[in-house]
């Protein structure tokens, strides 16, 4: 009889089955994936302007956080430095700052959002005084087509 018991038992054994519940891995990944929605344009700094489109393809990305100065089509400078980014600061206080910043970071992209309303002699001497304030190139951004 012993042998009959033994035979039961051992079909009775189930097997175990490793799976992994991936359902709370999903639940993380939804809300990592919102997180990064929500704050991803809030890390896009500087005024709001109407970038003119250009097919050129977008630069590599740099390791410093870049310098930029907007040109709204009034006419007005800002940068995205200070504890008030979003007020007009004067052109010879611009490239003051860019000064300072270029010399305890020389490596940081210098990169300049102008309206496509503004005149294109604006842009160039803007760009012009970023260069004689230490910027060894200075970027336009433009939006794709």
Not at 80 to 103: H, M
Request: aromatic share 4%; net charge neutral.
């Amino acid at each position: 009889m012993s042998g009959f018991h033994a035979g039961r038992r051992a079909g009775r054994r189930r097997k175990l089955i490793a799976e992994i519940n991936v359902v709370p891995y999903i639940d993380v990944t939804l809300v990592l994936l919102i997180v990064f929605m929500v704050t991803a344009p809030l890390l896009m700094q500087g005024v709001e302007v109407e970038l003119p489109q250009s097919p050129a393809s977008p630069i590599d990305g740099e390791r410093d956080e870049p310098l930029i100065v907007s040109l709204k089509a009034d006419g007005s400078y800002y940068i995205n430095l200070g504890a008030e980014p979003d007020s007009p600061v004067p052109l010879d206080r611009i490239t003051r700052q860019v000064t300072k910043v270029l010399k305890q970071k020389p490596k940081t992209p210098v990169l300049v959002w102008g309206d496509k309303k503004i005149p294109y002699g604006e842009v160039v001497s803007l760009m012009s005084a970023l260069q004689g304030a230490g910027a060894a190139s200075v970027g336009l951004v433009t939006e794709a087509p």
